[in-house]
């Protein structure tokens, strides 16, 4: 299995992984709006065998208290039912991280499953003052600095791209 940066040409393997990895087009309309309108993003998908497995996206995000700093979120990750536990969602979301990192991104929010992503450090946004626009449970939305003490006293509430207030499941 490798994974690399997306291609143009990945568009619709893309949207078929995220299909059925969420049972819905609601995340794979968020991809395709993100891809288009969000930028900087890191958009990774898992290769194996010539067929893409898993993908993850990372789009920008603003932190209230300090609009400038380079925020971004992970959202959505999406890897085919038939091969979950396999690694392929930890390898996306480490090489996510390490490609975040090398874009000089300070920190990283997340809005997901509290078993699952603390294995990657990260740990409750409300740990640094940070909450969601949205209204979710405190262990579901968490926060990772890249750049150690970018975080400390920022507090404010992040905002999402846009595109998340927009798509549905059509088309």
Known sequence: MQIR???PTDAAAIRHVTIAAFGTAVEANLVEALLAEAEPVVSLVAEDA?????HILFSPVTLSSEPQLPVMGLAPMAVLPARHRQGIGSALVREGLTECYRRGIGALVVLGHPAYYPR????????FGI???YDVPD???MALELAPG???GKAGTVRYHPAFGRVDDSG
């Open 5 to 7: 940066a997306q291609r």
């Open 139 to 141: 262990d579901v939305f």
């Open 131 to 133: 909450v969601s626009e």
């Open 150 to 152: 970018v975080l400390e």
């Open 50 to 54: 010539g067929a893409l497995v898993g």
């Open 120 to 127: 990657f450090g990260f740990r409750p946004a409300s740990h």
